[in-house]
């Protein structure tokens, strides 16, 4: 098949998934689709090195000497910038709900403060005020989100839509552009597969995201008795079978183990006597994170490890963090907000790998590199308020709670052997997303729905007769039996 044939019948696909797909009862707001475009960008190359792809000279990717990496690329930030600008823009308008939400996300509020706080000790001080200001991009994205008058259908359709795109766009460059979806590692000159990313773990990373969820779309679909659930079935199974298929041809071992857990975590939650006992719930949870940290961490046989395919030295990463911690400033405050791979210190790292790590593959000791120990701590109260909030939320709506509880644990163990933790990482995104909590917020008269922040509702026992959870309205027992009576 040519590559053009196969272009129209791709295209033809994708249209067709957002066909099936389609929900017109969704009142999504259109300030959705920046939060689309920056995922976009996020999952797959950016700017630059889309038009480096086809044709375009004027800036220099990859970034072939630690000067070049420092730099950066000025038209990256300019994209990058807009969008960031219109999402605050958005959230201006928006902003009695955005201050709620803020002030109920205190933990994650003192993170990124003292991340710009950091900016003050880094040797770097302008390259890392650029990389604060990318970083909060994912903030306001998820403030955009969250701040949106339909929240669950809005999550879906960012779900959909760039899913329904980066999957299907990366076989068709696989099969049939290998000048763009292949690359080869220099060193041994083994093939590998990269689609709409730049590497084989990019690609992982997407499909663990995207992959799970669709697999939450149809654990909830299967409960559904909607007459059009089976369209929208078949739109995401079709979707899930993509991303399987591309995590074998990636050999993306970490986003592979991710994906099953999640997607175990939340088939397992649908089950009564799981759901209806919070314990149970909290071993799970406990049972793959500790697992995993011991399967990647403490066994020193590497025996669990071998049996995914991999050495006891995860492709070679041991050895990079016992580097990266020769080289670490500050224990307490570090290196500063994302300067550590910058100057004497990747200069001396790319000297000794052929393949110029930027990153230690592993977002715990990324945070240590450039935060210390007060950003260790700092991620940890988000952590563990996060998971508070994910637990909450699937006893409030289990739907949307077991999002959350999936994205929180995959995003936890992916972070044990990747950087997910910094930049426009789309694993950063929804790790943010899914351990904010929104409060509800309280007003007189008749609110409509779109006036109110949407999650959770504050525990009181009187009446909470004017709270709107995920756009339904929640009335007492009380209100029910005066209505009857009317």
Not at 339 to 352: A, D
Not at 389 to 400: I, P, Q, T
């Amino acid at each position: 098949m040519s590559p053009f044939t196969a272009t129209i019948i791709y295209a033809t696909l994708i249209a067709g998934m957002f066909y099936l797909d389609r929900d017109s009862k969704a009142r999504t707001s259109p300030a959705l689709w920046i939060v689309v475009i920056w995922m976009w960008l996020a999952c797959s190359r950016v700017a630059s090195q889309w038009l480096a792809v086809f044709g375009w000279t004027g800036d220099v990717w990859p970034r072939e000497t630690p000067d070049q990496y420092l730099n950066g690329s000025p038209l990256d930030r300019n994209v990058l910038s807009v969008l960031v600008a219109l999402g605050i823009f958005v959230l201006y308008q928006r902003r009695r709900k955005v201050l709620a939400i803020l002030a109920a996300n205190m933990p994650t509020l003192l993170f990124f403060s003292y991340c710009a706080l950091s900016i003050c000790w880094s040797d770097y001080p302008e390259v890392a005020i650029k990389r604060w200001v990318k970083a909060l991009g994912n903030v306001v994205m998820v403030l955009v989100v969250l701040t949106d008058p339909d929240q669950l259908s809005a999550i879906r359709r960012i779900l959909s839509r760039v899913g329904f795109i980066m999957i299907p766009v990366s076989i068709l460059f696989i099969k049939y552009y290998p000048e763009i979806g292949r690359g080869y590692n220099p060193s041994s000159w083994e093939m590998y597969f990269a689609g709409v990313t730049d590497n084989k773990n990019g690609l992982g990373t997407i499909c663990l995201i995207l992959g799970v969820g669709s697999v939450w779309r149809i654990v909830q679909l299967l409960k559904d008795d909607n007459v059009n659930r089976v369209r929208h079935l078949i739109a995401h199974v079709t979707l899930v079978l993509m991303a399987l298929w591309l995590l074998l041809k990636a050999d993306s071992m970490t986003s592979m183990a991710c994906i099953v857990m999640a997607s175990g975590l939340m088939f397992a939650t649908t089950l009564r006597t799981v759901a209806r006992r919070p314990a149970i719930i909290h071993a799970l949870t406990l049972s793959i994170i500790l697992g995993s940290l011991y399967a990647l961490l403490l066994d020193t046989g590497g025996g669990m490890v071998a049996t995914l395919g991999r050495n006891p030295t995860l492709t070679g990463r041991t050895e990079l963090w016992q580097q990266v911690i020769a080289l670490s400033g500050n224990p307490l405050v570090g290196t500063g907000f994302e300067s550590f791979w910058l100057g004497s210190r990747i200069e001396k790292l790319w000297s000794m790998y052929w393949w110029h790590p930027n990153e230690s593959h592993n977002g715990y000791l990324e945070i240590y590199l450039t935060l210390g120990w007060i950003g260790v701590s700092l991620m940890a109260g988000i952590m563990v308020i996060g998971y508070r909030n994910a637990v909450v939320a699937f006893r409030r709506n289990s739907e949307f709670g077991r999002l959350m509880l999936a994205f929180f644990v995959a995003s936890t163990v992916y972070n044990l052997t990747e950087a997910g933790f910094r930049g426009t990482d789309p694993i950063w995104f929804v790790f943010i997303w899914a351990c904010m909590v929104i409060p509800a917020l309280r007003e007189t008269g008749n609110p409509s729905p779109q006036d109110l922040v949407l999650y959770p509702p504050p525990r009181d026992r009187g009446l909470i007769s004017q709270t709107v959870c995920f756009g339904t309205a929640k009335i007492s027992s009380r209100e029910k039996r005066e209505n009857l009576r009317k």
